[in-house]
T-cell receptor, first 113, second 115 residues
Framework: DQQVKQNSPSLSVQEGRISILNCDYT??????FLWYKKYPAEGPTFLIS?????DKNEDGRFTVFLNKSAKHLSLHIVPSQPGDSAVYFC????????????FGGGTRLMVKP | DTAVSQTPKYLVTQMGNDKSIKCEQN?????MYWYKQDSKKFLKIMFS???????INETVPNRFSPKSPDKAHLNLHINSLELGDSAVYFC??????????????FGPGTRLTVL
């Protein structure tokens, strides 16, 4: 029973273009959402987050959009750079459940020079 | 200056052994976690722990036990290791009630291989 899903296992984008990574969730109790970036043999690195009371949060080249009614969030990276190539994990938490994160399966982003 | 560190990075052991993985955080956080990344690359929560409460994911076998000697450490003990325990284990920490209280910071992971 996957409560957080990333339906695209991989995405390939040209350098300078926009990368859009998508994530869907089923648990309406989730109230905080995060994106992590992961390189091989390293731990996930926090990128950006959004509270359920907002619909957009921006940090530099990264913007996260939340559509609560659709239970959908997306991460936009613009412009994409080769160094952005990594696996991106969407995660969600329910503050009432001990702040434990539920992760999606990840999307491998490849940015081509 | 490492924020969340784990030792060892790699651990190879025989079935039936007991092993521990250590985790330390120097962020001053009050809550620590253990996650397991399985062969399908899914990251799943195992435990959430602060000095008040241990929350266990109900799917975790009782052969796994977290032990916290102090606020900066949360070690993972595994008894009677099985082949299916082979995975990468990540430690994480956060500060409940802080400015970014829901943001967890992860260690580099420990790859456990059970033969």
């Amino acid at each position: 029973d996957q409560q957080v899903k990333q339906n695209s296992p991989s995405l390939s984008v040209q350098e300078g273009r926009i990368s859009i990574l998508n994530c869907d969730y089923t648990n309406s109790m989730f109230d905080y959402f995060l994106w992590y970036k992961k390189y091989p043999a390293e731990g996930p690195t926090f990128l950006i987050s959004i509270s359920s009371i907002k619909d957009k949060n921006e940090d530099g080249r990264f913007t996260v959009f939340l559509n609560k009614s659709a239970k959908h969030l997306s991460l936009h990276i613009v412009p994409s750079q080769p160094g952005d190539s990594a696996v991106y994990f969407c995660a969600a938490s329910d503050l009432n459940a001990g702040n434990m994160l539920t992760f999606g399966g990840g999307t491998r982003l490849m940015v081509k020079p | 200056d490492t924020a969340v560190s784990q030792t060892p990075k790699y651990l190879v052991t025989q079935m039936g052994n007991d092993k521990s993985i250590k985790c330390e955080q120097n962020l001053g956080h009050d809550t620590m976690y253990w996650y397991k990344q399985d062969s399908k690359k899914f990251l799943k929560i195992m435990f959430s722990y602060n000095n008040k409460e241990l929350i266990i994911n109900e799917t975790v076998p009782n052969r796994f036990s977290p032990k916290s000697p102090d606020k900066a450490h949360l070690n993972l003990h595994i008894n009677s290791l099985e082949l299916g325990d082979s995975a990468v284990y990540f430690c994480a920490s956060s500060q409940l009630g802080g400015a970014d209280s829901d943001t967890q910071y992860f260690g580099p992971g420990t790859r456990l291989t059970v033969l």
